[in-house]
């Protein structure tokens, strides 16, 4: 890594801190996740623990549904920044490489969201646990620590594919209402009525890893690269938006 990418990374680290909003959504994607579980499981953890079709592991990650929601509004609001009173223009003016400075931007998000998607899902598996008392599942049951990593995997992905939105549509709010209906209510109901297609959804597919037994087409992993993909697809369309369009 040559000193001047080291200094573009360091720049993109800066703004992200210096942002209140963007440093505000990555830390409740572990904060708000956490209050969502202990809250649901502190009273109706165990309501359904017994019944023999409920996937004890699948509803421990319960929360990230909600996790999700601000790792969106990380991804977004990291890039709209540079949208806003041409803040683009003195971005490029520092780093008129387009291609490094949106590198540098996608490496600094993706490795943020990484770290705190990781330990975001571990701690609501765990601390989740602690109030299922005989129903408790551990890190050593089957399924349980592949599905705490790829909760981590699935969190970052996500902020990935708001980053890669935010990029084509310059602005967040445009994302956010547009990223969290569809992935909240239309996902499922395009699920109920298209069926299996409805699997390679972003979230469907990346939630996949989150069950012990997965059903269907897709396995736990397969799931998540079909989400590596929408997100892929979202950041190249932004690398080249940003490469063709007028700052």
């Known amino acids: 890594m040559t000193t001047s990418t ?16 963007t440093l505000f959504s990555l830390i409740a994607v572990f904060a708000g996740t956490l209050a969502v579980t202990v809250l649901v499981f502190a009273t109706v953890g165990r309501a359904e623990a017994d019944n023999a079709d409920h996937d004890l592991l699948f509803s421990a990650f319960y929360a990230l549904n909600f996790g999700q929601i601000a790792a969106i509004s990380f991804g977004a609001t ?10 683009l223009r003195l971005s490029l003016s520092a780093v008129p490489r387009r291609g490094l400075l949106y590198a540098a931007k996608i490496s600094v998000i993706g490795g943020l969201a990484l770290a705190i998607g990781m330990v975001t899902s571990f701690a609501a598996f765990l601390v989740g646990q602690l ?11 089957p399924g349980a620590l592949r599905a705490s990593f790829g909760g981590g995997v699935y969190l970052a992905l996500i902020a990935l594919l708001a980053a890669g939105l935010t990029t084509v549509l310059r602005s967040a709010v ?11 209510i239309v996902s499922f109901v395009l699920g109920d ?11 469907q597919a990346g939630q996949l890893v989150l069950h012990q037994n997965p059903e269907g087409s897709l396995g736990p992993w ?22 063709t369009r007028d700052a």
């Open 193 to 203: 009525v298209a069926g299996d297609i409805g699997r390679y959804l972003p979230d």
């Open 6 to 21: 080291k200094a573009v990374l360091h720049s993109e680290w800066i703004k992200i801190r210096s942002v209140r909003s």
């Open 78 to 87: 990291a890039l709209s920044s540079e949208f806003l009173n041409g803040a």
């Open 222 to 243: 397969a799931g998540l690269a079909v989400t590596a993909a929408w997100a892929g697809a979202a950041l190249v369309a932004g690398w080249w938006t940003l490469r």
């Open 131 to 141: 109030f299922m008392g005989e129903y408790a599942i551990g890190l050593g049951d």
């Open 174 to 184: 445009a994302v956010l209402s547009t990223l969290i209906p569809f992935l909240l």
